[in-house]
């Protein structure tokens, strides 16, 4: 048994070494379900990130002339050693996150191989060259090539610390890119694994680095003359990882925060929906971009929904996850998210709400949240309005589906949302009015699981995508060449030198062209 976890709630909560000058040097891994202390890594320095990213870029050099087919064969090996080697990532992911290990091998270890699968599959279809036809410039070729953009930089958070980073950084790699990453520091151990099992395959060592910190190594990444970089985290943080990336011109993606609202129709299946939100509300306690973070429920439902919800929520067994397998709620990361919840919580009371199921933490070893349900919610309350990043599932009365589509839509993010009815069509209509990146019709965040589907948020919730095919295409530098179809003549009419002829010749060819009723436009049907 370890020391007990000591907090310092300006942090995240995970301790840390302090060198003389008062920077600091370790990172401590706890486990939020005990208060153990599970391992140490060393803080990266920004002379060391450099050089991580410098070393990168000659191993880069070497795999990203590979053949697409080489390179994916190699990394199918890495999934072989995945699969091999999934209870050891469980066990490592659930004691440093306290999350269940059905959880960790479904949604971290799973996925992550899932998504290899798919881009080695495909990745030769998704890279290849291709001619875009030219509407105007008959006499010209063009056709966009994928080539490898270099060093990638990952940036991951906490919740999901296997499968989103290593998601990122498998599709760079299958791109042809090298990886240098900086995980969360509240979960450093989860992707030490991950390395752990690369540099076992025989892949080379350089082609994936990790490098540890806090925010200034992030920062330190960005500056380090990176091409690209895939940030997962925070509105707050990604705002400021989004201006240093502006500063330092590299492209990125923004993967930020979530308030996915869940519409329950009047015509909605109510045991699936509400089986539906006790999951999308309480896996992995609620720590999940996509969790079910408000609920409206049409009011000829609404009664039976929730004490339906209160029913199942409290058959929930929770606890400290490590060497079982039926626990289905861990533990809180660390004690600034009990915190947030409590204050939401005491918010929405203080406004009216009525605490059904839970409402409070929960008392002995470990950080732990009770499932809490919340009814008779609305707008005026934060638990609607902000991301909770815990167990509470807040549920608003609405009249309509309109009325639930206008507070759906009453957000500053747009990640995911969900829709509740029998009527699929009808499902997949209301689902284009929602303001969101992914809305899944009767599920809960099973699409992320879609190793073919975009991800990703729109509004405050981050821009550009993970996952697809264009995430893929995303990890290179689409490159245009443009050629002659023809043998070109010495000299070019629009070349030089300009003459008050040539112009005249251009405005007739332009009227020609582009006047509604001119005899081309009308025998060509071109523009
Ligand atoms: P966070 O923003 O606190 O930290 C994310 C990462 O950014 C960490 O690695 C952190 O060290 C780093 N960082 C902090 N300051 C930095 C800086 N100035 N420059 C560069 N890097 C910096 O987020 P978190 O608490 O780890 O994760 C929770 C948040 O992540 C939630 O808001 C959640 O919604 C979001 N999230 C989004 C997705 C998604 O796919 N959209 C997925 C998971 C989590």
Known sequence: MGALHQVDSNTNGNGSGTAKDGSRTTIKSWAPATGELL???????????????????????????LPIEERCERLLRLRDALVDRADEIVDVVSRECGKPRHDCLS??????????????????????????????????????????????????????????????????LVAGNAVVLKPSEVTPLSIQKAKEIFDGTGLPEDLFTVVYGYGEAGQALIESGIQKLVFTGGVETGKRVAAACGANLVPCVMELGGKAPLIACADCDV???????????????????????????????????????????????????????????????????????EKHIADAVAKGAQIVSGGKKRTGAGQFFEPTVLTGCDHTMTV????????????????????????????????????????????????????AGSVVVNDVLVNYAAAEAPFGGIKQSGFGRVHGDDALRDMCDARHVFSGRVPEPSSDPLWFPYSSKAYRWQMRVLRALFSRGSIVKRIGKLF
């Open 39 to 65: 391992g140490e890594v060393r803080v990266s320095t920004k002379d060391e990130i450099r050089a991580a990213v410098a070393r990168a870029r000659k191993a880069q050099a070497a795999w990203g002339v």
């Open 271 to 341: 045991e699936r929906t509400a089986r539906a939100i006790v999951f999308g509300g309480f896996v992995n306690s609620g720590q999940v971009c996509i969790s079910v973070e408000r609920v409206y429920a049409h009011e000829s439902v609404h009664d039976q929904l929730v004490a339906r919800v209160k029913e199942i929520t409290g058959t929930l067994r929770q606890g400290d996850p490590n060497g079982t397998e039926t626990v289905d709620v861990g533990a809180i990361i660390f004690p600034k998210q009990i915190e947030i919840a």
């Open 384 to 435: 609607m309005k902000e991301e909770i990043f815990g167990p509470i599932v807040p549920i608003q009365k609405v009249a309509s589906e309109d009325e639930a589509v206008r507070l759906a839509n009453d957000s500053h993010l747009g990640l995911n949302a969900y829709v509740f009815t029998k009527n699929r069509e009808k499902g997949k209509r209301i689902a284009q009015r929602i303001e």
């Open 107 to 172: 949604h971290e270890v799973t996925v992550t191989v899932d998504l290899l699968s798919y881009y080695c599959k495909n990745a030769a279809r998704i890279l290849a060259p291709h001619d875009i036809g030219l509407h105007l410039l008959k006499h010209k070729k063009s056709s966009i090539h994928y080539a490898p953009r270099g060093v990638v930089g990952v940036i991951s958070p906490w919740n999901f610390p296997f499968v989103i980073p290593m998601g990122d950084v498998l599709a760079a």
